[in-house]
């Protein structure tokens, strides 16, 4: 099968491109590099000429509210217009979990919305909605420092790999479109509060992580264990945290 990977050159959309080629299929990365812009529109039309199978794996550069809003929007927008002319058979988008109750944010809205126009496109499709990546883990705890302190809530996340969720999206590149959402998550659950010690443990990293559940996710969100935890079929990953972080190849983000 022919695939076209937007954002190919992304943590997640880079992993997919390795995972989908060992497996044998033919993939293009769509980078910005190689003159596909997915904001402006260059070079989609010509990248999804033969394509069947769409991925997008983009980011929005900013996180500011408007600026992640008018990413998502665009850009889906644009992809599925070129889509639709060139006979794509599965619109694959990479969205997160949670993302409908996370919505007192610019970006959540964006990737709210991104989900709403593809369902709405009437392009066969799959909504794969991944849990925070292991990657990730030090923004996190970044984001919730004061001076030497952590300050993170107890609720439950599932965490994943994001070789695990490269290797989920390939494995629905492969099969029929669900026309609806898939959870992707880790082989286990985790307090968010447990996360962050586990990974500035792996990192010698000197900082207290104190559990305070007054204390907001991404320094914007009051979560509990149902907030990041996923609620619809899910594809669960094999590679555990503690494994993960004895690993000296591991990168964070
Ligand atoms: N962080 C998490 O824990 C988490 C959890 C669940 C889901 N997600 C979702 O996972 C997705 C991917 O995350 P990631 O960490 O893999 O992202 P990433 O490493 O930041 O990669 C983002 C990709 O988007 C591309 N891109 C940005 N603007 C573009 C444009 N105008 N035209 C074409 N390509 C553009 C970048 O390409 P360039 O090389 O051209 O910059 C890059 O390849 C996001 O949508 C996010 O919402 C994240």
Do not use: C
Not at 55 to 80: L, Q
Not at 142 to 165: C, E, F, H, M, N
Request: charged share 15%; no cysteine.
């Amino acid at each position: 099968m022919q695939v076209v990977v937007f954002g190919g050159s992304g943590l997640i959309g880079s992993k997919v491109v390795d995972v989908l080629q060992a497996q044998g299929h033919t993939v293009i990365a769509a980078t910005r590099k190689q003159g596909v812009d997915v904001v402006t529109g260059e070079g989609l039309a010509a990248v999804l000429q033969n394509a069947e199978i769409v991925i997008d794996t983009t980011d929005a550069p900013s996180f500011e509210d408007n600026a992640a809003r008018s990413f998502f929007e665009t850009a889906t927008g644009n992809i599925i217009a070129a889509a639709k002319n060139s006979g794509v058979r599965h619109y694959i988008a990479l969205s997160v979990v949670g993302t409908h109750k996370l919505q007192n944010s610019g970006y959540f809205q964006g990737k709210l919305k991104q989900e709403a126009l593809i369902k709405a496109s009437g392009i066969p499709y799959t909504i794969a909605r991944a849990t925070q990546f292991y990657e990730f883990v030090l923004l996190i705890a970044q984001a919730a420092t004061t001076g030497q302190q952590v300050r993170l809530p107890s609720a439950k996340l599932q965490p994943i790999a994001a070789i695990d969720v490269a290797t989920a999206i390939a494995e629905i590149a492969a099969s029929n479109a669900y026309n609806g959402i898939v959870d992707i998550a880790g082989p286990e659950q985790i307090a968010l509060s447990e996360f962050a010690r586990s990974a500035l443990l792996a990192q010698q990293d000197a900082r207290e992580v104190i559990t305070d559940e007054s204390a907001l996710y991404v320094q914007t969100f009051k979560i509990d264990d149902t907030t990041l935890t996923p609620e619809y079929h899910t594809l669960l990953g094999t590679t555990h945290l503690q494994a993960w972080l004895a690993d000296p190849s591991r990168t964070f983000k």
